[in-house]
T-cell receptor, first 113, second 114 residues
Framework: DQQVKQNSPSLSVQEGRISILNCDYT??????FLWYKKYPAEGPTFLIS?????DKNEDGRFTVFLNKSAKHLSLHIVPSQPGDSAVYFC????????????FGKGTKLSVKP | NAGVTQTPKFRVLKTGQSMTLLCAQD?????MYWYRQDPGMGLRLIHY???????AKGEVPDGYNVSRLKKQNFLLGLESAAPSQTSVYFC?????????????FGPGTRLLVL
């Protein structure tokens, strides 16, 4: 059973608009959530993270929101740029260890000029 | 500073053959990880290492063995390859297991088992 779910395989937005990528999880023991970005033929790169004790974390154009009661998090990219076109993976871990990192299936974001 | 490198980039094996994937990092990281990514799936942890000479099982360890004889290298072995092991394999490293420490990923090894 998938513990981290990204239900939208793809998302297309116009340059300059907001991109919202969603992620749901089932395991209430998760205590940290991360977003990774992946370009074709490259490894994932870390984007932003949030602890379960917070509800928002912001880094430049990227903001992650966490709703623990709904077991839902989202990544907002504002404004979206063509270079943001990539696959975005949501990941979660428990026990404070990256040895317990669980990834979602990813959402492919396309930002059109 | 090359970061995390993986060798080879691409390999084709026949069922039953063996091979070793090499991961090297030059960031003096203690922790290293091996993941696999299947089409339409997220990354799944195969094995990881908390330091030289130590290894631990991840989510999908069956059919794989690992070794960490040197701090900078983490080897992933397939003793008898099966078509189900066709995947893209990613290695990663981090300074510590803490979620505040970034995992740095290599570019991946694409493996096809016929």
């Amino acid at each position: 059973d998938q513990q981290v779910k990204q239900n939208s395989p793809s998302l297309s937005v116009q340059e300059g608009r907001i991109s919202i990528l969603n992620c749901d999880y089932t395991n209430s023991m998760f205590d940290y959530f991360l977003w990774y970005k992946k370009y074709p033929a490259e490894g994932p790169t870390f984007l932003i993270s949030i602890s379960s004790i917070k509800d928002k974390n912001e880094d430049g154009r990227f903001t992650v929101f966490l709703n623990k009661s709904a077991k839902h998090l989202s990544l907002h990219i504002v404004p979206s740029q063509p270079g943001d076109s990539a696959v975005y993976f949501c990941a979660a871990l428990y026990g404070g260890s990256q040895g317990n990192l669980i990834f979602g299936k990813g959402t492919k974001l396309s930002v059109k000029p | 500073n090359a970061g995390v490198t993986q060798t080879p980039k691409f390999r084709v094996l026949k069922t039953g053959q063996s091979m070793t994937l090499l991961c090297a990092q030059d960031m003096n990281h203690e922790y290293m990880y091996w993941y696999r990514q299947d089409p339409g799936m997220g990354l799944r942890l195969i094995h990881y290492s908390v330091g030289e000479g130590t290894t631990a099982k991840g989510e999908v360890p069956d059919g794989y063995n690992v070794s960490r004889l040197k701090k900078q290298n983490f080897l992933l072995g397939l003793e008898s390859a099966a078509p189900s092991q066709t995947s893209v394999y990613f290695c990663a490293s981090s300074y510590s297991p803490s979620p505040q420490e970034t995992q740095y990923f290599g570019p991946g090894t694409r493996l096809l088992v016929l």
